[in-house]
């Protein structure tokens, strides 16, 4: 007997011979094969001894199952009795946002019952209102018969508001890039025709075309695939081909030959894979120009918010589960940007794919577990390029996939990609960098040296974890300004309309304000009470009401609770502690910093005056801060057009030092301290002036 | 209205729009995909526009399907009315020998039928107690209901005998390799576990223990699969790792990491694809050492026995048909060697193939059709090394696969092959080299110049178009010495056992005694008539009684016949040619050759005397004559375990000035002058005494 490596909770006589460990009947009786044994995908010889567990080997125990129809899609599942309907949901593909990977912490996988039997855990994320609206936690409800659900409006996500895709920002990208040298060329060739005096094979002969244009042919590989339609496309239309070539570290390869001189324009795919959203550039490589542009929530959200949860979905599931996920965004972005240019998959030859460690690694299938282990290795760090067929991702199957590398489990290709774009670390300035996403990256230095460091700040700035946090899309709360006297609050909101949610610049305004005119104190709790017409009190739990329902979108008040502002707070410690111990490592302090480049998806209008009043940006002067948008969507981009900046990937990579902070002492007293709005030695902060 | 592609005889309204070629109603109607169109294979948007042909869309015409059973084995296939029995053999994937692909010309695909009904063509190929058994040519039979058949038990093929596959000639060959240089290099390493002050990424971890023994790891590709399988292989036995790594042109590959020191043995494969017989060696990469061996018929036979009916074969078929039937015929082979071993295909990492540029091209399914088309190009003359798993051939599929380079479409690796096994090319002698198969191929020159040629000497010496004629196993008369009184023959057969047929070496003895015992002329015909009790005639043929019914397997007598006797005059008219022609060339002649290499399927005991006395070899010095065996088999050993020797083929190919006889005068010239017994000019044969 011993404890089931899934459910610790439940005694077993169950084992895997092959890894000694122990499974309950629950996981026994479990249809999915990848569920059946964790260490499964390393595990060739997996089995149970069901005779030396007592189990009659020809004993089916089978379950119950039920339907479960998902509206407004009409999509529907049979899942067996007890599964919960997020399990339901995540095998029906509905995309439900899950923040906390089905813990019933985060209370945002709300779903309306509309009919059928379930079994509910009581959860206190849920108001009257909601409860009385029949609205449900998918992770928190558990079929007992067929069932209808529906997925509320206000929930339905809207489109996400992508820094930096505007045809001025991409222009502006485009001038960043001298010369145009993608992975895969395509040349043309027209080549003489065999005679008996010049009868040399047909690779020959392509050969000897492809040396003429320059082509070291010394090095050329070619595939099988290639020769086997070689006669035909050289003879289709009389000798002349268009060769699809591949440059590689040392060698080339020929990806494809193709009849005649007249190709269809060649395209690019710059992909910025973040934990929370996916961003996708369709580029046409003649020229540079970004032809179309789209993006989206990442489906692997279903799995939890943070990487954490994702490595430990794809520990119990297998990586393939939340690679599909991914790929799923990921193709679904593709088409929407190839339909709004009127273009073909099979256009797409070259790919660059920025994202953070994790996010590679699930992508391409590869074991994520190492990295949240100590001491927290990748299992790749530099990717060979790879071709679009044997990743998954819609294009010609034979173009080239690039993926930035990264240099650390916790710092990955998007920084490297954010570096590209931001170019410090080709001058003299010494320069902080902070890349605040769902983890929160810092890099220090200049041209001479990088040091790097991830400061899990966590998820809040995105929406994770506050109430009613949300991502800077439609209906975000995303500037808000309080009146002093009536401390009424005025908002900005994305693409004005009716408020839906408060998104990461929003958050630090509201904080900012909050502390300035004294609607909390430095350690964030509220100065009023409930008796203000502005606060409200439910569940024991004060909040600042930043909307009234008559206001919103879901005619619900939004309000500020005081477990956001300690999110928050924890967030922005996080941030400061870390700039400050990559200082101290490097024996220097703020006063020598000269550059402060901030990227991430806060939204547009992230204040920086307001950041540096909670004690998120240092206090000095504020000439030396830039925000850069999505820095690592467009370091993707440059090095999808230039051969230059694919090669600088590999070297900032491999030339940055990574400190770890998980054990350092000196983090946690940093961060400590800095659980004060703006911080507990507020001569840090001489510039912000509480009264 | 035009003329079937496929049928010209048929007059048709149907057409392929891509191809503009037109396709008869016996075209459309067959289920054959493969068959439809003869361009489809070259023709991504291959339709018929069946409106234009007056043809409604969903009019199906169906044919009447009958079941056609082959004894001894009991295979079962059902093919449409009016199909032939060799169709329905090769559908059933039974064995028939097809030499003249289905013409009817060659009467070697003989079935007996044993029930069902048949519409038989008239044919002189069988004998009068054939067609009283119950015999009929397979091609020239169609089927008109239910048929149940069997193959003759003489036909059934015996084992090959194939020279060289003994120890004692296994142990020579090892002793010709110096260092043992796999493609694939299985390495051996035990890892540091990662530390939180050595974090460095798994592949890292692999690259850095992979740089320590010496490998260039700034070279090193990985393929997508081994990063997959990274994180468990290293862990699974404590970072003690087998990497299996490829060594290409100029970069390297990891093929794959295995958990753990202690491998199995890596094995190698020497294949050997003839147009007839396929060999292959089971090797030991550690030492060299043959561990086992496997023969047999090149199952292509079903589709002719030369190369010309082969291409034609395959631009009918496609050329996937031809190469599954090659790839059947190996992928036995490597069963049985493995099984001899007790080994297993997974251990299988390296492979060499030697074949003839057409055997190469429908191996790897690639296009074969300009090969017989002027100006005889091959399509790829020099291959990339590929991965088994890419060529269908039975081995682990991440096994590198080295293609023997070929010059010419009709002189080919097989040469190449034989050439780094005879050594000539790295010595000063001037050498003539041939190779005897179901074509002849010439080498003349030395360490400084290489020539080749091709002479069509067609497979007559294989026993193709011979009416007896058969290949060097078991029941084949290999050796013949006829009594100048009685004119009865001895004769010695290969396994001692009763004979059924008359191989190579066995047509040569048999010519040189009957010419010079007098029983034929100089010009090939009989001096004795039907009177002689030797002698006999049938269907007004005179032939030579070899065996007669009662000393035979099948109770027939075996003879050799006047048409006989022509074909190999032939054949040895246009090797004698060949080595005319190909000296004059080089501005030489026979006298300042210094040694002549025979290789070929003769059979173990080629008497250079007696092929003197035809005329198919010169009349020098005895001592300058050496017979080498299957030295294509040889070479490619040779190659699988040394990387000089790769190398060598690439530039023994490159360097070969080929030379076609095609439309050569000169050669016509010297081919009519060999027609004669041993040639019209006896001065060039002073030591051949007829008398």
Redesign the interface.
């Known amino acids: 007997m011993g404890k089931c490596s899934c459910h610790p909770e439940i005694e077993t006589s169950y084992i895997c011979m092959k890894h000694n460990v122990y499974l309950c009947e629950e996981c026994l009786k479990c249809r999915d094969p990848e569920l059946f044994c964790k260490f499964r ?3 060739p010889i997996w089995f149970i001894d069901k005779k030396m567990a007592g189990l009659d080997e020809d004993k089916k125990i089978e379950k119950e199952m039920f339907k479960v129809i998902f509206e407004p899609d009409n999509k529907e599942v049979e899942v067996p009795k007890g599964a919960s309907l997020l399990e339901a949901a995540q095998k029906a593909d509905v995309h439900i946002n899950a923040s906390c990977n089905g813990k019933g912490a985060c209370g945002k996988c709300k779903l309306i019952l509309k009919s059928g039997s379930v079994k509910k855990e009581p959860t206190a994320l849920l108001s009257d209102q909601e409860k009385a609206k029949d609205y449900v936690l998918a992770c928190q409800t558990f079929v007992q018969g067929d069932v209808t659900v529906k997925t509320p409006d206000e929930i339905i996500e809207k489109k996400l508001k992508v820094a930096g895709m505007g045809k001025e920002a991409t222009d502006r990208l485009k001038g960043l890039v001298k010369n145009i040298e993608p992975m895969v060329k395509e040349i043309t060739l027209e080549l003489e025709p ?3 005096d ?7 002969r392509l050969n000897r075309g492809l040396k003429k244009t320059g082509c070291d042919v ?2 050329m ?4 695939k290639v ?6 496309a050289m003879r ?1 239309e009389n000798w002349k081909v268009t060769v699809s070539v591949i440059r ?4 080339n390869e020929i990806l494809g030959v193709t009849p005649g001189n007249n190709r269809p324009a060649s395209l690019g795919l710059a992909i910025d894979v973040g934990t929370t959203s996916v961003v996708v550039y369709l580029v046409n490589m003649a020229d540079g120009s970004v032809i179309s542009a789209a993006s989206g929530h990442n489906k692997q959200a279903a799995c939890g918010d943070d990487v954490i949860n994702r490595i430990i979905c794809a520990e119990k599931n297998g990586p393939v589960k939340l690679s599909k996920m991914a790929l799923a965004t990921i193709n679904n972005l593709i088409s929407e940007a190839l339909s709004g240019a009127d273009a073909d998959a099979g256009q797409i030859k070259n790919i660059v794919i920025s994202g953070n460690t994790t996010m590679a690694h699930l992508l ?4 994520p ?2 990295i949240r282990r ?11 390029i ?1 071709k679009a067929g ?2 998954g991702i819609k294009a010609d199957p034979a173009a080239a996939v690039f993926i930035m590398p990264g240099p ?2 916790y710092v990955g290709g998007d920084i490297v990609s954010g570096l590209i774009y931001a170019g410090f670390h080709r001058e003299e300035p010494l320069t902080l960098f902070i890349d605040v996403g769902t983890n929160g990256e810092i890099v220090l230095g200049n041209k001479d040296w990088l040091m790097t460091a991830s400061c899990s700040a966590g998820p809040a700035f995105e929406g994770g974890g506050v109430r009613w946090g949300m991502r800077a899309e439609e209906g975000a709360v995303e500037k808000v300004v309080i009146d002093p006297e009536t401390l009424n609050p005025r908002l900005s909101i994305v693409g004005d309309v009716k408020p839906r949610g408060i998104c990461g610049s929003g958050m630090i305004d509201l904080i900012s304000e909050m502390l300035l005119k004294k609607i909390i104190e430095p350690n964030g709790k509220f100065r009023l009470d409930a008796s203000h017409p502005r606060m409200k009190k439910e569940n024991d739990e004060l909040s600042y009401i930043v909307a009234f329902a008559d206001e919103t979108s879901m005619e619900e008040d939004i309000v500020f609770t005081e477990t956001d502002i300690h999110s928050l707070v924890l967030s922005k410690g996080a941030i400061y502690a870390g700039f400050t111990v990559l200082l101290n490592q490097a024996g220097l302090d703020f006063s020598m910093v000269e550059r402060v480049i901030i990227t991430g998806g806060f939204g547009q209008f992230l204040d920086v005056d307001k950041a540096v009043n909670i004690g998120m940006l240092p206090d000095i002067d504020r000439s030396k801060f830039k925000y850069l948008g999505n820095s690592s969507i467009a370091g993707a981009y440059m090095a999808l057009l230039s051969d230059e900046y694919r090669q600088e990937a590999g070297k900032i990579s491999n030339s940055m030092t ?1 400190i ?1 902070f998980s ?1 350092s002492s000196m983090f946690m007293d940093e961060f400590t301290s800095a659980l004060f709005l703006p911080h507990t030695n507020v001569e840090k902060f001489p510039s912000v002036k509480i009264g």
């Not at 010049?198 to 020959?204: K, T, W």
């Not at 100590?374 to 060979?384: D, G, R």
């Open positions: 995908s390393s595990c065999p005679t008996m010049d009868p040399v094979s047909d690779l020959d010394s090095k590989n070619v595939g099988i020769m086997q339609e070689l006669a035909a289709d590689k570290k040392c060698s391409m299938k590869i074991e577990r190492y100590e001491p927290y290795i990748p299992c790749v760090s530099e990717f060979p790879l044997e990743t650390a489990g990574y770890d054990g």
